[in-house]
């Protein structure tokens, strides 16, 4: 499962991050988020418009706002 697909409000792990589905500067402003295999997160919110963007994400004690593409990119399992 991808964390775009992630209910909201489950706690998962992130397994594997395809990073080339990403450009470079994307994927360092991610890790430099705290967003890499092994981070537990959770979906806060979703956005009300039709593409549900942006994600709010909860990594540790800080929110994170992420686009469903980004985050589509991520797998994930519950924990």
Do not use: C, N, Y
Request: proline residues 3%; aromatic residues 2%; charged residues 20%.
């Amino acid at each position: 499962m991808t964390l775009d697909l992630l209910g909201r409000g489950i706690a998962a792990r992130i397994t594997a991050i395809d990073w080339a589905g990403l450009a470079p500067d994307e994927g360092k402003r991610l890790r430099a988020l705290g967003l890499d295999v092994g981070a537990e997160v959770s979906v806060a919110h979703r956005g009300v418009f039709a593409g549900r963007d942006p994600l709010a994400v909860q990594v540790g004690s800080m929110t994170v706002a992420l686009r469903r593409v980004h985050a589509a990119v991520m797998s994930v399992e519950a924990l």
